[in-house]
Nanobody, 119 residues
Framework: QVQLVESGGGLVQAGGSLNLSCAASGSIFSMNAMRWYRQAHGKQRELVAAITSGGTTNYADSVKGRFTISRANAKNTVYLQMNSLKPEDTAVYYC?????????????WGQGTQVTVSS
């Protein structure tokens, strides 16, 4: 089995920054695409940013220029640096990853970390 554990969420004022981390552990041979999603209260979960194993990134239009996704392959970890935060960024942020283990591949979710941006 594989576990994804997020950290780094919290309360921040508008204009501030947070850096989220997501570490994968367990039966891992390699990690393919890794992603950050978010879900605000009463809204659908949406893709925020994604990064391939080769480092290609893409972002939701709402976060382009403010958020940066990166990864440390040796640590099976993905990061989300969030700058110039806005109240509308308030949500639970979830890590998601495509993991290749010995003999199988699967998609996994973390438990989520709350980000709250006050105005």
């Amino acid at each position: 089995q594989v576990q994804l554990v997020e950290s780094g969420g919290g309360l921040v004022q508008a204009g501030g920054s947070l850096n989220l981390s997501c570490a994968a552990s367990g039966s891992i041979f390699s990690m393919n695409a890794m992603r950050w999603y978010r879900q605000a209260h009463g809204k659908q979960r949406e893709l925020v940013a994604a990064i391939t194993s080769g480092g290609t990134t893409n972002y939701a239009d709402s976060v382009k220029g403010r958020f940066t996704i990166s990864r440390a392959n040796a640590k099976n970890t993905v990061y989300l640096q969030m700058n110039s935060l806005k109240p509308e960024d308030t949500a639970v942020y979830y890590c998601n990853a495509d993991v290749i283990s010995s003999g199988w591949s699967a998609n996994y979710w973390g438990q989520g970390t709350q980000v709250t941006v006050s105005s």
